[in-house]
């Protein structure tokens, strides 16, 4: 059958036979958060994310790119695109294809040029089929869970510029190309143990068009061959990146030594050396090499800074030096940072208050170009910082301070002085006095964490003494455990864009109704645990927003179930603990936590019947919470999908059901506590399903017979506690594989003979 373009109203449409090999492919996929709610007319190429021909029709784009609160999931079906053989340009990034590889169906989709894979959490081995993609420009495979060897059919990609194979990655054995192969390639990010042979060399050697080097990970540092070849290329690059490569002080002055005489000339914007073994002397050496150099990366090396160094940084835009060790004298006139510097990174680097107390003449001239300064985890404890930054920048976007020893309160006028602070993180120090209502008068503040301190004060007065002349930006609230106290007000809701409400660990008390979140249509991440705080909502309230966290553990929701979480559908991470919710759990909620994919805590209410076994397939790596309950009879399979699953003091009564599965489900749960429940008879025979156990807790049951051999395949076992049941005989000698096992308590049973060694 043959299929042409249709034409409506003279415009060319996407053909039949593609659309549905679309909707095949849709199909093959889970989309909770509707990115493919479009593809439901009947033209295809207005579809989101497909591009088509404009004089054919054929699809030559799908772009199905994700993002962090916005992606795809599911097993793809890559064979549901073979008839799109007009397709140029498929990109699946940052999505969240777990368990998945990438098919070998890939290698039919011959008129690629543009592949991206990255962030996807493919699985498996990079299959060898790639190489039948001859007009392929672009290749990025980073940052998936891919092992095994690159195959060498990818030396027949002959138009290949960009290739990517970063991050996470497991990659081994020999790097499998040859001098003349990917002759074009002009960027190369390679990550992974590799054989650093010979024949590697020569073909890096021999990219002559390369500009982009990056070999984060690779252990050039021991291959004084490998070296040559990097310093070979160093003059015609413009970015080169070495980080955690076992670099010495003496490899660095190899590699550029050479070309100091051509500093100015040199190519080089972009530098990264860091994670390596790196001192002072390189940093001295490197700050006089290159007028050109704009970023620069020297973090977790070796570098302690004092007095006697002057480095230069004309050029510089960005430079971090986060991990290292900075002495008190550094800012006191000694580092001429040039009139570019727009981002400075200081994190952990034992910074104390005397470090910012002299002003510099090159420091106030230049650092007006400041728009973002990092100086998390320090030794910072006084008001001496925010005068420097008050002093030395107006133009600050991005500000952190957290996790350092600041005491007081935070200084007055530090609105005017920071009006143009769009990002503030003051978290985890020990900042008093009650919290400034005038952070809510930086109108282009879209983010605010102030969590950890010892801040005190109404809440109502906060909100409402400040003008919010930001709200249709401000994103981020984040007072969390502070001493907080009062009401949370109906005129919150004037903070409409926020998508962040971080309000745990305080004082606060009263109700809050559908009323006060009525406008958080945007809002994904509500946190409001540990509060003496009462949610009441009217019966079927369909709330506007669609959360990802939510965290109301010690708030009274009860005693019914709340109903309204039927309608969150983007929810991975639940905590309702301790919030005084009595009875039976429906049914529609179990099928909805199968997609929660970090955390689910429902400890310590009144919940009371079973379980039902339902036919779910909840995410691998969900922690779950279930204790201190009601709940009773047979414990459900699909919890065994969890990375930890704590049933303790409920009334099950059964474990049977639970272990013995032929499909394997259990295969990453690490820690399994059924104790203090009414668990009775034989344990049964068939622990190898849960072979990953590292913590197992059976005590205070009813079990009695055998401990079974089985158990002794719990080879990463290192606590197992099984005390006060009826278990009789000896234990089994199988549990000598146990040998990482330290904590072993088989008290108050009837067990004889030795412990097996």
């Not at 679309?22 to 479009?38: E, N, V």
């Not at 003059?235 to 660095?252: A, G, I, K, Y």
């Not at 079927?540 to 966290?549: A, D, E, G, M, T």
Request: proline residues 4%.
């Amino acid at each position: 059958m043959l299929y042409d373009a249709g034409l409506i109203h003279g415009e060319v449409t996407c053909l039949e036979n593609e659309r549905q090999a679309l909707l095949r492919f849709k199909q093959s996929i889970a989309d909770p958060w509707d990115m493919l709610s479009t593809w439901r007319d009947d033209d295809c190429c207005k579809w989101q994310g497909i591009t088509c021909s404009n004089q054919t029709g054929h699809v030559l784009r799908l772009h199905l790119r994700g993002s962090y609160s916005h992606f795809l999931s599911g097993q793809p079906n890559i064979s549901t695109l073979i008839d799109l053989q007009n397709l140029q340009h498929l990109d699946l990034s940052s999505n969240s294809f777990l368990d998945s590889n990438i098919s070998q169906h890939i290698g039919l989709l011959t008129k690629l040029r543009h592949l991206n894979l990255s962030y996807s959490e493919f699985g498996g081995s990079i299959p060898y089929q790639l190489g039948k993609l001859t007009h392929l420009q672009y290749l990025d495979l980073s940052y998936n869970d891919l092992d095994g060897v690159i195959p060498y059919q990818l030396k027949h990609l002959r138009q290949l510029q960009y290739l990517c194979l970063q991050g996470y990655l497991e990659l081994s054995g020999a790097i499998p190309f040859q001098s003349g192969d990917l002759p074009l390639l002009h960027t190369l990010k390679l990550h992974g143990d590799f054989v650093l042979e010979s024949k590697g060399v020569e073909w890096v050697s021999n990219l002559s068009f390369l500009n982009t080097l990056d070999f984060t990970s690779m252990s050039v540092g021991n291959s004084h061959q490998w070296l040559q070849m990097i310093r070979k290329h160093i003059p015609n690059l413009t970015e080169l990146r070495l980080s955690d490569c076992s670099l010495s002080d003496n490899d660095v002055q190899f590699l550029f030594d050479i070309h100091s005489n051509y500093s100015s000339t040199t190519s080089l914007t972009i530098l990264d050396f860091s994670n390596n073994l790196l001192t002072s002397s390189t940093f001295q050496l490197l700050s006089n090499f290159s007028d050109n150099l704009r970023e620069l990366y020297l973090s977790h090396n070796s570098i302690v800074l004092s007095h006697s160094h002057y480095p230069n940084f004309l050029s510089l835009v960005s430079l971090d030096l986060s991990y290292n060790n900075l002495t008190s004298l550094v800012f006191q006139g000694n580092f001429n940072f040039g009139s570019h510097l727009e981002m400075l990174y200081l994190s952990n680097c034992s910074l104390t208050d005397t470090s910012f107390l002299v002003s510099s003449t090159s420091i106030v001239n230049s650092s007006s170009s400041l728009v973002s300064v990092d100086l998390y985890s320090n030794l910072l404890t006084s008001s001496n910082i925010f005068h420097w930054i008050f002093n030395f920048t107006a133009n600050l976007h991005t500000l952190s301070l957290g996790y350092n020893l600041l005491e007081g309160p935070v200084p007055l006028g530090f609105d005017k002085a920071m009006k143009s602070l769009e990002y503030l993180d003051l978290s985890h120090n020990n900042l008093q006095g009650e919290i400034p209502h005038f952070f809510g008068n930086i109108c282009t503040l879209q983010s605010l964490d102030l969590s950890y301190n010892n801040l005190s004060g109404d809440f109502s007065r906060f909100i409402q003494n400040s003008s919010w002349c930001n709200r249709h930006i401000f994103q981020e609230l984040s007072l969390s455990y502070n001493q907080i106290t009062g009401v949370i007000p109906k005129s919150i809701r004037v903070l409409s864009e926020l998508e962040y409400m971080f309000l745990e660990g305080n004082f606060l008390k009263g109700e809050i109704t559908e009323s006060h979140l009525t406008n958080f249509s945007k809002l994904k991440y509500l946190i409001l645990s540990h509060n003496s705080l009462s949610l009441k909502f009217v019966p079927r309230w369909i709330p506007p927003f669609q959360l990802i966290y939510l965290r109301l553990a010690s708030c009274k929701l009860g005693p019914n179930f709340p109903s309204w979480l039927q309608t969150q559908n983007h929810l991975s991470y639940l905590d309702i603990s301790d919030a005084g919710i009595h009875g039976y759990i429906p049914e529609w909620f179990w099928y909805k936590i199968q997609f929660l994919e970090f955390y689910l805590n429902m400890s310590h209410n009144n919940f009371t019947g079973a379980i039902p076994n339902l036919p779910l397939r909840s995410q691998h790596g969900i922690s779950t919470d279930l204790s201190s309950n009601q709940f009773e009879g047979v414990i459900p399979s699909f919890l065994l999908h969890s990375s930890s699953l704590i049933l303790s003091e409920n009334k099950f009564s059964n474990v049977s059901s639970l272990l013995c599965q032929e499909n394997n489900i259990g295969r990453n749960l690490g820690t399994l506590d059924l104790s203090n429940n009414q668990l009775k008879g034989s344990l049964p025979n068939c622990w190898k399903s849960v072979s990953s156990l590292l913590f197992l807790d059976l005590s205070n049951n009813n079990l009695t017979g055998k401990i079974p051999p089985s158990m002794g395949s719990l080879v990463k076992l290192e606590a197992l506690v099984l005390r006060s049941n009826g278990f009789i005989g000896k234990l089994p000698s199988s549990l000598k594989n146990c040998t990482s096992l330290f904590l072993l308590d088989v008290s108050e049973n009837l067990l004889s003979g030795p412990i097996p060694s």
